[in-house]
């Protein structure tokens, strides 16, 4: 492969250019024309590639001047909860098929922050369900089609669907449940169901039914039962002041 000799600088020629490394540093290009089927000289070439070691790091840079304090944020807005009275309930249904109280009544109310209570209006669903009280509609079946804008309900258990338990569901105006909300707030109903008479109890002992007067207690007399069948009772001086004691 060709040489040449440049500024005390041994070249390789090569018609392919190679990679530059640490040990071959410089990768130098010279020219040629050819002119009527002639080559001319090569002319002085020039760095085509040069190989660059890593350098040091760099120092560090100067601090930068410390940030102005950023604004206050904006105070946030207090939240608001909703409850519906009574929170639960339990209505019995009664032996005669009867319930009591046969009826009962909701109303509906918003807390913003430490504010007082205030009556809110909005949508009303009530869902039944034989197992437990329903969490959500999907658990229950809905009982009546509902209401919209009030601020209190009166559910009638006689003329509704039976179910065990009722959950009375309530949302603000601005979030109707039937859009899939959350719901705000919700009370339970329970169905008590009357138990059955108790067995009758054993038969008394005839041998000591009757009552017989046994004048003033006094701790230091000892007194025995009598049966049925004894006869004769102890009169004392003053009966005024006895009384029965069992």
Request: with cysteine; glycine share 12%.
């Amino acid at each position: 492969m060709p040489t040449k000799t440049c500024k005390g600088a041994t070249f390789t020629y090569t018609d392919n250019g190679v990679s530059v490394t640490e040990s071959i540093p410089y990768q130098v290009c010279w020219t040629r024309k050819k002119e009527n089927g002639k080559w001319g000289d090569w002319k002085d070439g020039f760095i085509w590639t040069k190989w660059g070691k890593d350098g040091q790091d760099g120092q560090d840079g100067d601090k930068g001047d410390q940030g102005d304090k950023g604004e206050p944020g904006t105070p946030g807005t207090d939240a608001t909860t909703y409850i519906i009275t009574p929170g639960a309930a339990t209505i019995r249904l009664t032996r005669t098929s009867s319930y009591e109280p046969s009826s009962m009544t909701f109303r509906a109310y918003k807390k913003t922050g430490t504010g007082n209570l205030s009556s809110v209006s909005g949508y009303w669903e009530i869902y039944g369900n034989n197992n437990h009280a329903p969490t959500t509609s999907s658990e229950g079946t809905e009982v009546g089609g509902g209401w919209s804008g009030t601020s209190s309900i009166t559910f009638n258990i006689s003329s509704s669907a039976k179910y065990n338990y009722y959950t009375v569901a309530f949302n603000p105006t601005q979030y109707p449940i039937y859009n899939g909300n959350p719901v705000a707030a919700s009370a339970t109903i329970t169905v008590v169901l009357d138990g059955a008479d108790g067995a009758d109890g054993s038969a008394a002992n005839t041998q000591y039914t009757d009552i017989r007067f046994r004048g003033v207690w006094n701790s230091s007399t000892r007194y025995y039962y009598a049966t049925a069948s004894s006869i004769g009772l102890t009169n004392y001086e003053n009966p005024s002041n006895a009384y029965v004691r069992d």
